[in-house]
């Protein structure tokens, strides 16, 4: 029996799945990269991807019509599974034209993004892609005015959880592509994100720097913060893009998956109760406390580097995913930067998004002060995070370890809220102080005069301070019930883990998106 | 040996220096603590190794990034 020659469908198929050749692929295989479709596998659940628009391409064909080649578009794209739950990945070919938007089929991307967005599932984008050409011109024999009029960029923003990783140089809309997510990632010494590239440097401004100095990993994940993450390779980014997901809910219209826990809600670590140092200058290890609070192993940092004086992860209590905010001591003293007020914008945003309640772990020594935060307009960034935690409508409690002052210690959780109802729920330890002025220069600048004249000066400022601590203690607030509780440090996991379950009571009636996207 | 030169956390001032220019640490050993926003932030070792030089002294000014210490 003869074999049918393979149908016309198995052939442009086949020219799909070979990407940029045997070549081009072996070529980039030998520079340690994966694939696109190599990329997608990993990622996903087992046989869970249904690919679209695989034979999307250019075919070019005999006189008489009939198909000589076809080379196919260098966007991969389709729905598959993580954890059992659907996605859409849309991710760029290099082994194609770098990636570039040239040979992509600009329909394609965008309408796996869409798809996503009426589809109400999870967006992942893997930009590999040297963006566009100026050869594009020739194929269309017109100039385009900038802009993809079906791309629903911002709206998805409130809708679905929106991840993306950088694998290589990622330029103008590749960058954008990167930065325009909830979570993004980019791989350690492979990727570069920027506006423009160094010859696009090199000309407008004359400046000689390097693409790793422009937009590598140090730059976007400490320096300004336009990509969270950094991955150490390729499957560490595609695992933290798992990661974020288990923690979120499909669209804002579902709730985030609950996992067994098999760590006891009722746990106390004593450790707790002594990781505020006696003496108020000594720093503590914020990381630390966290663990102890959540369930085990449950901790995920968004932008470990960026904004660093406030940490922010997704965590669990109880098997709930929660968001967790802690100030961190040992950077810039706790203080709310301009990069950590960016930061907590965005997190609470997330957060209020997608259902997750907000824990906050609070030792806020103010908005930082000096030359260098006044000119890089700090107080503007404070206040936009702020509003953020104003208009935040998911359940939040907060636990006022250490300090709480100035503007930045007002921000601990919404004080009424969108709906005018919020509880602003707190507790403290008795490690806490508070104050619109912490007392130390409040004492110095309020009694000048008497210090002054005082046969010991210090001695007798020491005194002064002294008496205005005993003033300050966190007991004579709870007195007047200025906080919900004062509670022994062993007890915060008990307390919210409790929390917790009242908690998530709340979330169905809050589902659908919230009233603001990007702010 | 490879030389690797530690950084400040943080803006603020050299309060103590917590070790000397030759000694052996191990790693998360503080090496300077700066003063700043009332705290005293430590500079701790990335890794074991030995201390070859202090940038800065007491008292000195330093902003954040700034580095503070060569250690090999």
């Known amino acids: ?519 | 040996m490879s030389v690797e030169k530690l950084t400040s956390p943080v803006t603020g001032v050299v309060w103590k220096a917590m070790a000397q220019p030759g000694a052996t640490l191990e790693e998360g050993a503080t090496v300077l603590l700066i003063e700043s926003m009332k705290m005293e932030i430590p500079v701790d070792m990335p890794r074991a190794g030995r201390l070859t030089e202090l940038l800065v002294k007491e008292g000195d000014t330093v902003s954040e990034g700034q580095p503070v210490a060569e250690i090999e």
């Not at chain 1, 010859?199 to 990993?217: A, F, I, M, N, R």
């Not at chain 1, 470990?304 to 040992?330: C, E, H, W």
Request: glycine fraction near 10%; charged fraction near 25%; hydrophobic fraction near 40%.
């Open chain 1, 1 to 519: 029996m003869t074999k049918n020659p393979p149908s016309e469908l198995e052939l442009r198929r086949a020219a799909a799945r070979a990407m940029g050749g045997e070549e081009a692929v072996a070529k980039w295989h030998a520079k340690g990269r994966l694939t696109a479709r190599e990329r997608i596998a990993t990622f996903l659940d087992p046989d869970s991807f249904q690919e679209f628009g695989m034979i999307a391409g250019k075919g070019s064909y005999a006189a008489d019509g009939t198909l000589k080649s076809f080379t196919p578009s260098n966007c991969v794209m389709g729905r598959g599974e993580t954890e059992k739950r659907p996605l859409m990945v849309v991710a760029d070919d290099f082994t194609l034209r770098g990636g570039s938007s040239e040979s992509s089929v600009a329909e394609k991307w965008i309408y796996g993004e869409r798809m996503a967005h009426e589809f109400r599932m999870p967006l992942v984008r893997f930009v590999d892609s040297v963006g566009g050409s100026v050869k594009i011109l020739e194929q269309s024999g017109r100039t385009k005015i900038p802009g993809y009029t079906l791309w629903p960029g911002t709206a998805m923003m409130g809708a679905i959880p929106v991840t993306s990783i950088a694998f290589g140089a990622c330029v103008g809309l590749g960058a954008v592509r990167v930065i325009g997510a909830h979570f993004s990632v980019m791989v350690k010494d492979q990727a570069q994100v920027f506006a423009a590239g160094p010859p696009v440097v090199k000309q407008g401004l004359g400046h000689d720097v390097s693409k790793e100095d422009l937009g590598g990993y140090e730059l976007c994940t400490q320096v300004s913060g336009v990509v969270n993450n950094v991955a150490e390779d390729e499957k560490d980014a595609l695992q933290q893009v798992r990661r974020f997901l288990s923690y979120l809910p499909t669209s804002a219209w579902e709730l985030p998956p609950r996992l067994t826990s098999t760590d006891d809600p009722r746990r106390r670590d004593l450790k707790l109760n002594d990781a505020i140092p006696a003496d108020r200058r000594k720093p503590f290890k914020a990381r630390g406390i966290a663990e102890s609070i959540c369930d085990q192993g449950s901790l995920f940092e968004i932008s470990p580097k960026f904004g660093a004086s406030l940490r922010t992860y997704l965590a669990r209590l109880d098997g709930y995913a929660v968001g967790l905010m802690i100030n961190d001591p040992m950077v810039m003293g706790g203080a709310l930067t301009h990069a950590a007020a960016q930061k907590m914008e965005r997190f609470v945003d997330l957060c209020d998004s997608f259902h997750l309640p907000l824990v906050y772990l609070v030792d806020q020594p103010g908005v930082m002060i000096g030359l260098e935060a006044e000119r890089a307009g700090t107080l503007v960034a404070a206040a936009k995070a702020g509003a953020a935690i104003e208009q935040a409508t998911v359940p939040w409690v907060s636990v006022i370890m250490r300090r709480a002052f100035g503007v930045a210690g007002s921000m601990q959780g919404p004080w009424n809220g969108p709906s005018g109802t919020s509880l602003n729920h707190k507790f403290a330890w008795p490690t806490a102080r508070w104050g619109s002025i912490p007392i130390e220069g409040g004492v110095a600048a309020a009694y000048k005069r008497e210090i002054e004249a005082a046969p010991d000066p210090d001695a007798h400022r020491v005194e002064l301070e002294q008496y205005y601590h005993r003033l300050a203690s966190p007991f004579r607030t709870a007195e007047a019930f200025g906080v919900v509780d004062i509670i022994e440090p062993a007890e915060t996991r008990a307390l919210l883990c409790r929390w917790v379950r009242d908690a998530v009571r709340l979330l169905p009636s809050q589902l659908g998106p919230k009233r603001r996207t990007l702010r």
